[in-house]
């Protein structure tokens, strides 16, 4: 899913999806994911803004993402915390009715969310802290995991059976990001 947020100014009775991050602002409708029209102006990338030192793909104005951020009184980790907060409410309203309210209402879910293999501290705690404000638990219970680790666990499990025994290798290639930064992670099958 794309890390895409827009907002959109709302009528202030509409209360769906609206942003969490300031109650003493005008109400904001919010897209996010796959519910853009290709023409549709829209924060892209924006969690990649939460570390400095991250190189941002070519179709992501730094110029462009600041001007959306102004016009719409955000900072880069209210737009992050926004973009968590849909992620969570729809991940949640999904297993609602799939498994049914009681079922979900005894049953501890815990989100583990992944970032860039080259993630800077700093970042990592920025994204933890902002996946606490969207609701999806506390900082301290929330797990990170980065993306080609996160790759490499679900291949593991994809491939059954996947004959794999003690010191046989494979390699991970995150594709999409493979031109900005080192994507790649071989795994070494050990005890």
């Given at each position: 899913?794309?890390?895409?947020?827009?907002?959109?100014?709302?009528?202030?009775?509409?209360?769906?999806?609206?942003?969490?991050?300031?109650?003493?602002?005008?109400?904001?409708?919010?897209?996010?994911?796959?519910?853009?029209?290709?023409?549709?102006?829209?924060?892209?990338?924006?969690?990649?803004?939460?570390?400095?030192?991250?190189?941002?793909?070519?179709?992501?104005?730094?110029?462009?993402?600041?001007?959306?951020?102004?016009k719409y009184?955000?900072?880069?980790?209210?737009?992050?915390?926004?973009?968590?907060?849909?992620?969570?409410?729809?991940?949640?309203?999904?297993?609602?009715?799939?498994?049914?309210?009681?079922?979900?209402?005894?049953?501890?879910?815990?989100?583990?969310?992944?970032?860039?293999?080259?993630?800077?501290?700093?970042?990592?705690?920025?994204?933890?802290?902002?996946?606490?404000?969207?609701?999806?638990?506390?900082?301290?219970?929330?797990?990170?995991?980065?993306?080609?680790?996160?790759?490499?666990?679900?291949?593991?499990?994809a491939i059954?059976p996947n004959?794999?025994?003690?010191?046989?290798?494979?390699?991970?290639?995150?594709?999409?990001?493979?031109?900005?930064?080192?994507?790649?992670?071989?795994?070494?099958?050990?005890?």
């Amino acid at each position: 899913m794309p890390t895409e947020i827009a907002y959109i100014d709302a009528p202030a009775q509409n209360t769906s999806s609206t942003s969490l991050s300031d109650s003493s602002k005008p109400p904001q409708a919010i897209k996010w994911g796959f519910q853009f029209k290709p023409e549709e102006t829209r924060l892209r990338c924006i969690k990649l803004f939460l570390d400095k030192n991250h190189k941002l793909p070519h179709f992501v104005s730094p110029l462009e993402t600041a001007a959306q951020l102004r016009k719409y009184e955000k900072t880069v980790m209210e737009a992050v915390t926004d973009y968590l907060s849909q992620i969570h409410k729809h991940t949640m309203e999904t297993l609602t009715k799939r498994y049914g309210e009681t079922f979900m209402s005894m049953t501890k879910v815990q989100f583990v969310l992944t970032v860039p293999a080259v993630w800077s501290d700093s970042a990592k705690d920025a994204t933890l802290k902002a996946a606490e404000k969207a609701g999806m638990g506390k900082k301290g219970d929330l797990k990170l995991i980065s993306e080609p680790e996160a790759a490499a666990v679900y291949t593991l499990k994809a491939i059954q059976p996947n004959h794999l025994t003690v010191g046989d290798n494979f390699v991970v290639c995150d594709a999409g990001m493979i031109l900005q930064t080192s994507g790649l992670l071989s795994i070494d099958i050990g005890h």
